[in-house]
């Protein structure tokens, strides 16, 4: 079928592209920066400049595309750096989220699409009570930290308007597999840490993984959300320290929250201390997924174990503890 990917330049859209080829669809791809078109070519799809918020142009693109499905994967996350503004840094996104996701819902119904997928987050969405995992059932966070809330309540509204619109939105886990991946440069350094209890639950999914759950979503009818994460969800102090071996780094440092909530803000102390991780029952289930890097743990010695260190698997770092 014709598959519109808004933000097809993106990490999880340059990874769905080719995968969406080798299924047989035939992809337009969109993208922000002019220099992106010759990357959405290479990879084999059909590339449009588009700004998600210019709501004309968004409308005359998708009527033009005549696409049978869309998969809204825009983010602008490429400088997202400053936890303490956690909000501001998300401002761009959160937009993409709501203005972008309304503009592209009235243009998919105007011209007639039959599927629409977009994405989310699950890490930072649920509910911080109760057990350590969530399912696509449990509550949201209904009261996230002052410097959260905005961010929470786009993904609240992305999650509800495009499940109404008869969408599926897909909560992905924290993404992993590129040599550009946000976590590594802080680890490596050091600047990391460990927050008080460490207790925090992180779900994480290989881009490849993320990539391939999105392609089966398609044969999915909708409405639905999923939880598109790996096998296990694990504390920070559990896997941070595997992912600063895996880098050759040295162990990361503990800080107490209180230092933490000066340096980094209440959103880092958040998510060292009380996030919940996510379940991926429902998606192996309903979409028949099935994952190349079931746990992290050997997803991030294939990503990153050949960049830094070659035998970090032969240390036993994949042994599961
Ligand atoms: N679940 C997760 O953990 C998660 C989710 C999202 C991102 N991230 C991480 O955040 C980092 C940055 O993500 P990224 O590389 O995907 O870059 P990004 O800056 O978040 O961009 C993603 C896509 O959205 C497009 N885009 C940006 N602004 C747009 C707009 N106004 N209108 C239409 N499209 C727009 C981008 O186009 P251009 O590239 O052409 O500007 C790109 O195709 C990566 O390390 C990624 O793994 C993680």
């Given at each position: 079928?014709?598959?519109?990917?808004?933000?097809?330049?993106?990490?999880?859209?340059?990874?769905?592209?080719?995968?969406?080829?080798?299924?047989?669809?035939?992809?337009?791809?969109?993208?922000?920066?002019?220099?992106?078109?010759?990357?959405?070519?290479?990879?084999?799809?059909?590339?449009?400049?588009?700004?998600?918020?210019?709501?004309?142009?968004?409308?005359?693109?998708?009527?033009?595309?005549?696409?049978?499905?869309?998969?809204?994967?825009?983010?602008?996350?490429?400088?997202?750096?400053?936890?303490?503004?956690?909000?501001?840094?998300?401002?761009?996104?959160?937009?993409?989220?709501?203005?972008?996701?309304?503009?592209?819902?009235?243009?998919?119904?105007?011209?007639?699409?039959?599927?629409?997928?977009?994405?989310?987050?699950?890490?930072?969405?649920?509910?911080?009570?109760?057990?350590?995992?969530?399912?696509?059932?449990?509550?949201?966070?209904?009261?996230?930290?002052?410097?959260?809330?905005?961010?929470?309540?786009?993904?609240?509204?992305?999650?509800?308007?495009?499940?109404?619109?008869?969408?599926?939105?897909?909560?992905?886990?924290?993404?992993?597999?590129?040599a550009n991946d946000g976590l590594l440069e802080p680890i490596r350094r050091r600047m990391f840490p460990i927050v008080g209890s460490g207790d925090g639950v992180m779900s994480f999914i290989h881009l490849d993984d993320a990539a391939n759950a999105t392609v089966v979503a398609l044969d999915h009818d909708g409405p639905g959300v999923f939880n598109i994460v790996d096998d296990?969800?694990?504390?920070?102090?559990?896997?941070?320290?595997?992912?600063?071996?895996?880098?050759?780094?040295?162990?990361?440092?503990?800080?107490?929250?209180?230092?933490?909530?000066?340096?980094?803000?209440?959103?880092?102390?958040?998510?060292?201390?009380?996030?919940?991780?996510?379940?991926?029952?429902?998606?192996?289930?309903?979409?028949?997924?099935?994952?190349?890097?079931?746990?992290?743990?050997?997803?991030?010695?294939?990503?990153?174990?050949?960049?830094?260190?070659?035998?970090?698997?032969?240390?036993?770092?994949?042994?599961?503890?």
């Amino acid at each position: 079928m014709r598959v519109l990917v808004v933000g097809a330049s993106g990490a999880i859209g340059t990874r769905l592209v080719p995968q969406l080829i080798a299924r047989g669809h035939v992809v337009i791809g969109t993208h922000r920066s002019p220099a992106h078109a010759a990357k959405i070519r290479a990879l084999g799809a059909e590339p449009v400049q588009l700004d998600l918020l210019d709501e004309p142009v968004v409308r005359r693109m998708v009527l033009a595309a005549e696409p049978a499905a869309i998969i809204h994967q825009a983010t602008a996350l490429a400088d997202m750096r400053d936890f303490k503004r956690f909000d501001r840094g998300f401002a761009q996104t959160n937009r993409l989220r709501t203005e972008g996701t309304d503009a592209l819902l009235a243009a998919a119904r105007e011209a007639g699409v039959r599927q629409f997928i977009a994405q989310s987050f699950a890490s930072t969405l649920y509910e911080r009570t109760g057990g350590p995992v969530k399912t696509e059932d449990d509550p949201l966070d209904s009261n996230p930290v002052a410097a959260m809330r905005e961010t929470v309540a786009a993904m609240r509204y992305l999650d509800e308007t495009v499940r109404n619109a008869g969408g599926i939105v897909l909560r992905y886990g924290g993404f992993y597999g590129a040599a550009n991946d946000g976590l590594l440069e802080p680890i490596r350094r050091r600047m990391f840490p460990i927050v008080g209890s460490g207790d925090g639950v992180m779900s994480f999914i290989h881009l490849d993984d993320a990539a391939n759950a999105t392609v089966v979503a398609l044969d999915h009818d909708g409405p639905g959300v999923f939880n598109i994460v790996d096998d296990e969800p694990a504390p920070v102090r559990v896997w941070l320290p595997v992912l600063a071996e895996v880098l050759g780094a040295k162990p990361p440092r503990r800080v107490p929250r209180w230092l933490a909530r000066l340096v980094a803000g209440e959103a880092a102390v958040v998510l060292g201390t009380e996030s919940r991780g996510a379940s991926n029952a429902k998606a192996r289930r309903e979409l028949g997924w099935e994952l190349r890097y079931p746990s992290w743990r050997e997803g991030f010695v294939a990503a990153y174990a050949s960049i830094e260190v070659g035998s970090a698997s032969a240390r036993g770092l994949v042994t599961r503890t």
